[in-house]
């Protein structure tokens, strides 16, 4: 069975941030498109592919601008903007389990075929020599 791998490094800036607009949009964020001069030039006041937050009444929002995908704002209450953190959160744990170190079971494999592991000045010595 095969499968298809994306690592993030493979993807483009631009497929990058389409994706995190999906899950922005996913999370509650409402995408408002900069039609007007004004609302363009606003846009590019703020900082390009970040949150910044504003006080509006009790509320907080988290707004997302992007200047360079969707020439548009994404909007956000608390809720949403704690969606999308938490979706941030299980992405980076995947990525780092995805990337951690996994146990090899295979019964053809002879781990004796490559020598000794450990080191010959005793255990715990990280160098190179016979067995490393």
């Given at each position: 069975?095969?499968a298809?791998?994306?690592?993030p490094?493979?993807?483009?800036?631009?497929?990058?941030?389409?994706?995190?607009?999906?899950?922005?949009?996913?999370?509650?964020?409402?995408?408002?498109?900069?039609?007007?001069?004004a609302?363009?030039?606003?846009?590019?006041?703020?900082?390009?592919?970040?949150?910044?937050?504003?006080?509006?009444g009790?509320?907080?929002?988290?707004?997302?601008?992007?200047?360079?995908?969707?020439?548009?704002?994404?909007v956000?209450?608390q809720?949403?903007?704690?969606?999308?953190q938490?979706?941030?959160?299980?992405?980076?744990?995947?990525?780092?389990?995805a990337?951690?170190a996994?146990?090899?079971?295979?019964?053809?494999?002879n781990?004796?075929?490559?020598?000794?592991?450990?080191?010959?000045?005793?255990?715990?010595?990280?160098g190179y020599?016979?067995?490393?």
């Amino acid at each position: 069975m095969g499968a298809l791998v994306v690592l993030p490094g493979c993807q483009s800036a631009k497929q990058a941030v389409a994706a995190k607009e999906d899950h922005l949009a996913a999370a509650g964020f409402l995408d408002k498109p900069a039609t007007t001069a004004a609302q363009k030039a606003m846009l590019a006041r703020l900082p390009a592919h970040h949150f910044v937050s504003r006080v509006k009444g009790k509320d907080v929002y988290y707004v997302y601008a992007d200047p360079v995908v969707c020439d548009c704002l994404y909007v956000g209450n608390q809720a949403a903007y704690d969606r999308y953190q938490q979706y941030a959160q299980t992405k980076a744990l995947l990525n780092e389990q995805a990337t951690t170190a996994q146990t090899y079971e295979d019964a053809q494999w002879n781990w004796n075929e490559w020598g000794a592991w450990d080191s010959p000045w005793g255990p715990g010595f990280v160098g190179y020599g016979p067995g490393w």
